[in-house]
Structures are given as structure tokens and as C-alpha cells.
Nanobody, 123 residues
Framework: QVRLKESGGGSVAAGGSQRLSCAASGATDDNFCMGWFRQTPGNTREEVATVYTGGGSPRYADSVKGRFTISHDNAEKTLYLDMNNLKPEDTANYFC????????????????WGQGTQVAVSS
């Protein structure tokens, strides 16, 4: 059973930076698609960025391109999201998710989810 635990959320002023981490426990050495998603109250959860640990280019939502960077450390089984030039509209609960196959846009295909970490960006 794979467990995902996010950390690194908190409050930051607009224009600032923040790094989120997602530690995976119980994972095998197989390749996974791992990603970050976010959700605000009353809205649907949206994909922020995904990456396949076996290689290939990450995918980003248009709203975060050029500002956010997703990366992973296979040895540490940790996923990161570096967020720069944060905007108030980035305020959300950020979730880490994984599936033991290639990346897909279908969120229902992600079998493993973390509990989320809150990011609040003040103007």
C-alpha cells in the first residue's frame, strides 16, 4: 500500500516562493506517474503538474507554466513542487497523487492520494 504525505504548505505573500514535498512510503521501485493537484472550496480539483518517474517531460497547467516546477527524487521517493511568483489565485489545498502507470488527465485513474497541504497567498 502506497502512502503519500505532503508537507511545505503555509502562508506566503504574493510574489513569494514556496516548496511543497510529497513523501511516498510503501512504494516499489516501479515507475509511477506522480502529480500535484489543487482544490478550493466549492470548485473542482484541478491538475497542476504531473511527471512520470520513468522519464519524459512534465506537464503543467497553463496557469502555472513558467512559475511552478515539478521534480522527483527516485532514491528518496519524494515529489516536489517549487512554486515561484505566487499569486492569490494559487491559494488552494494542494494534493499529491500517484498511479503506477503512465500519466493521464483522468484524475479517477490516480489510485493514491495524500491528505493535502494548504497554501495561502496574500495580496
Amino acid at each position: 500500500q502506497v502512502r503519500l504525505k505532503e508537507s511545505g504548505g503555509g502562508s506566503v505573500a504574493a510574489g513569494g516562493s514556496q516548496r511543497l514535498s510529497c513523501a511516498a512510503s510503501g512504494a516499489t521501485d516501479d515507475n509511477f506517474c506522480m502529480g500535484w493537484f489543487r482544490q478550493t472550496p466549492g470548485n473542482t480539483r484541478e491538475e497542476v503538474a504531473t511527471v512520470y518517474t520513468g522519464g519524459g517531460s512534465p506537464r503543467y497547467a497553463d496557469s502555472v507554466k513558467g512559475r511552478f516546477t515539478i521534480s522527483h527524487d527516485n532514491a528518496e521517493k519524494t515529489l516536489y513542487l517549487d512554486m515561484n511568483n505566487l499569486k492569490p489565485e494559487d491559494t488552494a489545498n494542494y494534493f499529491c497523487a500517484a498511479r503506477d502507470s503512465y500519466c493521464t488527465r483522468a484524475q479517477s485513474a490516480y489510485k493514491y492520494w495524500g491528505q493535502g497541504t494548504q497554501v495561502a497567498v496574500s495580496s
